[in-house]
């Protein structure tokens, strides 16, 4: 393993400092008419409707629609929002029912009311868009809107995770009148309850949230405006923190650029580093020839060098991780270190021989080139020397555009290809429930019956998530026997801002996703 000294700076230590007698301190917040917050990120929305979205576009949703519960700063388990309370009201966790706050409006004026809600949750079933969110909902029987602020949730089976599901930004509440019952949105527009409201969007470029005058809910906002300016890489992305062009980045940082804005002079940048709960991940195809073969997976498992990954490639900006669900959540483990240890060409050809394979292995090794920042295909180069260095393998390294490479995947095109993952929401159940059954979020089929049929439905009869740390641990046994998913690195979470910028260290919920209303800019007095 890897250690870093560089001492990183963190906003709270500033925040501290400004609190002295002459030095300057923070504005009360209230936005007034100051310049828009311009925050960078590499992640732009694929869609602006919720009923299409699994993936970065939750960033912009959480700032425009509201949920029905989410995660007010500090908060580690879903609260209510939109909702003014919410729970279960059983003993099984079957049947959940919400009640909704009172004078609750669209941006546009529109009241929302309990058909709303069933209105939002129903189409994202409903429409089933490829790489949408319905199988968020699969323990979903039926919702009931029971008189205008009542909306009753009735599940198939016990699910104790369910309230984190209302918490994502993918049951965003939409307005029905402009949000068809079976079929997406199709103009760039918003219609939503949030925070903010999008004044303008140019895709791939910029969104412009200004302050929804409508909102209920949780979040105090600190500042009137913000514009979201959406990058193709890190460079581009820092050099506009640099010439200020860009207040905050956040989101597709380079591990280069990382350790480089580690050096900038504390006057002028700042750099906070948090714990990060997204993961890198190999997945094998089992309809391939190859990769269908435990031999090969476990060969596979038993070569790669996730400590030299983590130093050579990512500078320690990430961890090594051996398990798939990540440290910091309970049921996490280090099942692939406790069975495979250091990398070991010898113990994988052991392996391979055993299954009467003498020859080296061809395998081709898919990743996609705009989605996990500028080291992926650094990585997979990587990858395959580790992989070619053993003698076992010949590899093929190809990639793709996300936008095609989902397609490719979904249709199992692809012998090993790589994968990220943020959460849909902190809990070891979200590592686990969507890479598993004939339909997953990664369209590779993996039954691993013990799993879907057993320990995941025991453990979300369970409300304390804290005890239900056995189902995790068993669960992952299965999957490093399996070898079908291989974990590589957990991330860290870094935001750097100019040094006028205050509130970075607030604005990140438990699933990494950024609350914009919690930056502001510093005042003198």
């Not at 030095?23 to 590499?42: A, K, L, Q, R, Y």
């Not at 309850?193 to 303008?200: F, M, Q, R, V």
């Amino acid at each position: 393993m890897f250690n870093r000294n560089r001492g990183l700076r963190q906003v709270a230590a500033i925040a501290s400092m400004a609190m002295v007698a002459g030095c300057s301190m923070f504005s009360d917040g209230d936005g007034g008419d100051e310049e828009p917050i311009v925050v960078g990120t590499t992640s732009a929305p694929s869609t602006l409707d919720p009923a299409a979205s699994w993936d970065g576009s939750w960033e912009l949703f959480r700032n425009v629609y509201q949920t029905l519960l989410s995660y007010p700063n500090g908060a580690t388990t879903p609260q209510p929002d939109a909702a003014d309370s919410c729970g279960f009201t059983d003993a099984t966790n079957r049947t959940y029912r919400c009640e909704l706050r009172e004078g609750l409006t669209f941006s546009n004026g529109d009241g929302i009311d309990a058909r709303a809600v069933k209105h939002s949750i129903d189409r994202i079933r409903t429409i089933g868009a490829p790489g949408g969110p319905a199988g968020l909902l699969g323990s979903l029987d039926r919702v009931q809107a029971l008189g205008d602020r009542e909306v009753v949730f009735h599940l198939k089976t016990a699910d104790a995770t369910f309230p984190f599901v209302l918490a994502t930004p993918a049951m965003s509440i939409v307005d029905p009148d402009d949000y068809p019952a079976d079929a997406l949105r199709k103009d760039a527009a918003v219609s939503g309850s949030g925070p903010y409201t999008l004044a303008s969007y140019a895709k791939g470029e910029r969104a412009e949230l200004v302050r929804n005058e409508r909102y209920k809910g949780y979040a105090e906002r600190r500042n009137g405006s913000v514009t979201i300016r959406y990058f193709q890489d890190s460079e581009a992305m820092v050099g506009a923190l640099r010439d200020h062009s860009v207040d905050v980045t956040y989101r597709g940082l380079a591990a280069d650029d990382i350790v480089a804005l580690e050096g900038e002079d504390a006057d002028e940048l700042q750099l906070v580093e948090g714990a990060g709960t997204d993961i890198s991940y190999l997945v094998f195809n089992p309809k391939d020839e190859w990769a269908a073969k435990p031999a090969v997976r476990k060969a596979i498992a038993q070569v790669v060098d996730r400590a030299t990954i983590a130093h050579k490639i990512y500078k320690d900006t990430v961890d090594p991780l051996y398990s798939m669900v990540p440290k910091g959540l309970t049921g996490h483990t280090t099942g692939f270190f406790d069975d495979y240890g250091d990398p070991d060409a010898d113990k994988a050809r052991a392996y391979l021989a055993e299954a009467g394979i003498t020859e080296p292995v061809p395998l081709t090794l898919w990743y996609t080139t705009d989605r996990y920042g500028s080291e992926t295909a650094v990585l997979f180069r990587e990858l395959k020397r580790q992989l070619e260095a053993s003698g076992l393998f010949e590899i093929t390294l190809k990639s793709r555009p996300w936008a095609t490479y989902v397609e490719g995947y979904q249709k199992g095109e692809y012998p090993v290809f790589g994968r990220g993952w943020f959460p849909d929401f902190p809990d070891a159940d979200n590592y686990i429930a969507p890479f598993v059954g004939e339909e997953n979020a990664l369209g590779t089929p993996y039954p691993a019956s013990e799993i879907t049929t057993k320990l995941l439905p025991r453990s979300r009869e369970e409300s304390d998530r804290a005890q239900v740390e056995r189902e995790f641990e068993e669960a992952q046994e299965i999957l490093v026997d399996d070898a079908r998913l291989l974990p590589l690195w957990q991330g860290k979470q870094y935001v750097a801002a100019s040094e006028e910028i205050a509130g970075g260290e607030r604005a990140l919920d438990p699933s990494t996703i950024m609350m914009v209303w919690e930056l502001y800019r510093k005042t003198s007095w």
